[in-house]
């Protein structure tokens, strides 16, 4: 069983070691379901089930896998969006069982119900890649391997720059996609520093439209909110807007703390209307690409692997923006 707990306890254990074991993507080779690098009949089939398009993060990690598991490097991939509707994931789900694919990615939406589909893959014999977000499930050993960032961690340092540079703040929390592991465990991790400051809590869903809805409700119920940590750089810059809307200064009246460190997000730390970034570096194509070779090929593969994140604050510059990838 691999439940939320029992995954932190990985973390720990083998997060630096699995990163650097997972070298840059090479094309693999050989094996009845290996990776050929061109011959049609060699080329590992993979069904991809990515969980929406919900925001800049996603666009970008969406980029990365499709340029990494490309037929060049010896993919055949098969790409379905589920616009953040777990029952177009759980389809997806079943007709990559019917396709009897090589291999199955996916980042689930959310935690919980997928025991049954999850099941279903177990029975079928085809081996699960976890990427970016959790499951928690009572199937046993559901995922051969996870490829994600430690979202706890993320949401702890943002609570330690509030710790240190706002420890009066009245803190609004504006939450991602309720029961997603991003959400859970950000909250978790920032709770656990300056829970005592949060005053008022809603979600955006992850989008920068449901951020600034989410935002625009909360200065009318918590007028007294002086900082909004927001789970990522979309739904902040939807509160940029609700913050404008009510007269007030974004950054100044009210501190905007986020996740993600998008191209859009580290642009309004150098305008001044962000005041820290905990950076989630979507950009992995390559490094779950080695992982689903290795996979495919019947390798020994770590059970984790953490992406690793930096964070930022105002005194980040536009060259450093303008650099960004994503
Ligand atoms: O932070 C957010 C996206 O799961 C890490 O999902 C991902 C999160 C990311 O919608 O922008």
């Given at each position: 069983m691999f439940g939320r707990a029992a995954r932190r306890g990985l973390v720990g254990l083998v997060g630096t070691a699995a990163l650097l074991s997972v070298a840059a993507c090479s094309s693999g080779g050989g094996g009845e379901t290996g990776a050929g690098g061109g011959g049609g009949d060699d080329l590992i089939r993979v069904g991809f089930s990515q969980l929406g398009a919900e925001s800049g993060w996603r666009t970008a990690n969406t980029e990365s896998v499709k340029e990494s598991l490309t037929e060049e490097n010896g993919f055949d991939l098969t790409f379905v969006d589920a616009q953040q509707k777990q029952e177009n994931q759980i389809k997806a789900l079943r007709d990559f069982v019917a396709q009897d694919v090589d291999v199955i990615a996916f980042s689930p939406v959310?935690?919980?119900?997928?025991?049954?589909?999850?099941?279903?893959?177990?029975?079928?014999?085809?081996?699960?890649?976890?990427?970016?977000?959790?499951?928690?499930?009572?199937?046993?050993?559901?995922?051969?391997?996870?490829?994600?960032?430690?979202?706890?961690q993320e949401g702890t340092t943002a609570g330690e720059w509030v710790a240190a540079n706002a420890p009066d703040a009245k803190v609004f929390e504006l939450q991602g996609t309720l029961g997603s592991g991003a959400q859970v465990d950000r909250e978790e991790g920032f709770n656990a520093v300056v829970g005592d400051q949060v005053i008022g809590k809603a979600s955006g869903n992850f989008t920068r439209a449901e951020g600034k809805t989410a935002v625009e409700a909360a200065l009318q119920a918590y007028p007294e909110t002086t900082l909004i940590f927001s789970h990522n750089d979309d739904m902040g810059l939807g509160a940029i807007e609700a913050i404008e809307a009510a007269?007030?200064?974004?950054?100044?009246?009210?501190?905007?703390?986020?996740?993600?460190?998008?191209?859009?997000?580290?642009?309004?730390?150098?305008?001044?209307?962000?005041?820290?970034?905990?950076?989630?570096?979507?950009?992995?194509?390559?490094?779950?690409?080695?992982?689903?070779?290795?996979?495919?090929?019947?390798?020994?593969?770590?059970?984790?692997?953490?992406?690793?994140?930096?964070?930022?604050?105002?005194?980040?510059?536009?060259?450093?923006?303008?650099?960004?990838?994503?």
């Open positions: 959310i935690e919980t119900g997928w025991d049954e589909v999850l099941q279903e893959i177990k029975d079928a014999g085809i081996p699960v890649v976890l990427v970016d977000r959790t499951v928690d499930t009572t199937v046993e050993d559901p995922y051969v391997t996870w490829i994600g960032a430690d979202f706890e007269g007030k200064v974004p950054g100044k009246d009210i501190q905007l703390v986020t996740v993600d460190g998008v191209r859009d997000g580290l642009q309004a730390l150098v305008d001044k209307k962000f005041n820290y970034v905990v950076e989630c570096n979507p950009v992995f194509g390559d490094q779950l690409a080695e992982l689903i070779t290795a996979v495919a090929n019947g390798e020994d593969v770590p059970e984790t692997t953490i992406v690793v994140d930096e964070a930022f604050d105002q005194t980040i510059t536009q060259d450093e923006v303008d650099a960004r990838a994503y």
